[in-house]
């Protein structure tokens, strides 16, 4: 009998949890963990590999095209526009069915079954204040499910997966507020949570009000990144006789992880090779030129990420940019990093408060705090919501593979363990 499952298709990660008659698991996508990171890399003469593999292959070296953060192309301008793969034009929409199908493959070679039935998590807004861009996004997600083989398909809001994992290890009744904070979006569900409750099919008398924010870890990279980073490559700087700034766009898609191989074209190596003759700082905006001329803008991002976690627990930390010029070993610090993405930090307060508003509670009816998402480890993030709430517990269990879980208990409610569609 077909089954069916939840899929957490995340900017940075992924997961997938499978209903059974005995209940939901995360499946084992890459041998260890529940999670495997959202990333596809295509050889030139192979299967596409993915999750830490194709992380592995790219690190390495090896020839082919790396991509991450595909989630954040859903609804955006570039999902009608395809890339070059390896020298062949290749649809946003076909790479994406290579991830996802590849998810499932994965489970269901786990499950030892087909899964026909599924519930995709997605964020409270794909697109902020764009409802129409919101719905594409959606529908896109959508088919692609469809075409990789699943025929019943439905949606939850991530926070409110998030919070369907927390539920059955509660005592009593709660009102939850969920904090999810992803890699490309912060969403945020108040929500009532008790063990009789998750016994409901309809939960919608329990969700007060949501929220969301298109702000996520990818965010707070990219403005370390510009901030920290981007000036020893030439960025703020200037060129010509009437010193006019360098073209700040190709700074900007250097700093995207989904934007960056955008970048790799013969016309942006001329460009950059003109800027540079008339450049003021040429030993600056000729490391940009090297990136360019190397393909290494993701190596750029990743040593950019490694900063960001190591800034979660200390103050300083030199990064090895020695891919760029030999030797060289950037100093980056917390104070820094907390000064660029000061914005981003008041933009998630500012979506709290939006959602306590809308389901007219202040702060001190919040009884519980569940922190979902890798990016709530940010120490000025975890201030900034922490503070507000002093007194209430907080839950930080499975941050990384909650709302895979909490996709799977919803598939099981609404779909049993079997094909068959229970009704909602």
């Known amino acids: 009998m077909a089954g069916s499952c939840g899929v957490d298709f995340g900017t940075s990660n992924s997961a997938v949890a499978v209903a059974g008659a005995s209940g939901v698991e995360l499946v084992r996508l890459e041998g260890q963990g529940g999670t495997s990171p959202s990333a596809v890399f295509y050889p030139p003469r192979a299967s596409p590999l993915f999750g830490r593999s194709a992380l592995r292959a790219f690190a390495e070296g090896e020839e082919g095209r790396f991509m991450r953060s595909l989630k954040r192309i859903l609804g955006s301008s570039l999902m009608g526009q395809g890339t070059f793969v390896n020298d062949r034009r290749k649809s946003f929409e076909s790479i994406l069915a290579d991830f996802i199908g590849g998810l499932k493959s994965r ?3 786990q499950a030892g079954r087909a899964l026909e039935s599924v519930v995709m998590g997605r964020p409270v807004h794909f697109v902020d204040g764009d409802p129409e861009a ?5 529908d896109s997600l959508e088919a692609v499910a469809r075409g990789v083989g699943f025929r019943h398909v439905e949606f939850q809001f991530e926070p409110i ?11 009593s009744e709660k009102l939850a507020l969920i904090v999810d904070i992803g890699g490309g ?3 945020f569900t108040l929500i009532r949570l008790s063990r009789e409750r998750a016994r409901k099919l309809d939960r919608s008398a329990d969700i007060l009000a949501n929220s969301g924010v298109r702000i996520g870890g990818n965010d707070f990279d990219r403005d370390f990144q510009l901030d920290s980073f981007m000036p020893h490559l030439g960025y703020r700087t200037s060129y010509g ?3 006019l700034p360098l073209p700040a766009g ?3 898609e250097m700093s995207e992880w989904s934007k960056v191989n955008f970048l790799y074209t013969r016309k942006t190596r001329q460009t950059a090779v003109e800027l540079l003759r008339e450049s003021h700082e040429p030993g600056k905006f000729g490391r940009f030129l090297k990136i360019l001329e190397d393909e290494t803008g993701h190596r750029l991002l990743a040593a950019v990420e490694e900063g960001k976690l190591a800034l979660t627990h200390g103050e300083e930390e030199r990064i090895d940019l020695g891919f760029i010029e030999r030797g060289w070993r950037l ?8 000064a660029a993405t000061a914005s981003r930090v008041a933009g998630i307060s500012g979506a709290i408060t939006e959602c306590l508003a809308r389901a007219g509670l202040g702060e001190e009816a919040v009884e519980l705090v569940i922190l979902t998402g890798g990016t709530t480890e940010i120490p000025a993030l975890r201030r900034a919501v922490l503070d507000r709430f002093p007194r209430v517990e907080i839950s930080e269990e499975d941050k990384l593979s909650s709302v895979g879980l909490g996709l799977g208990y919803d598939g099981l409610r ?4 079997g094909l068959q569609a229970a009704p909602v």
Do not use: I, P
Not at 161 to 171: G, M, V
Not at 331 to 338: I, L, P, Q, T
Not at 414 to 417: D, E, I, P, S, T
């Open 241 to 243: 006789d009437k010193s």
């Open 161 to 171: 997966a998030a919070a369907f994992a927390h539920e059955r290890k509660l005592s």
């Open 331 to 338: 100093g980056v610090s917390r104070e820094a990093f907390d």
């Open 134 to 138: 919101d719905a594409r996004a959606q």
């Open 250 to 252: 190709m700074f900007l």
């Open 107 to 109: 489970a269901e070679a």
């Open 414 to 417: 609404r779909f049993g363990a």
């Open 185 to 187: 979006t912060s969403d």
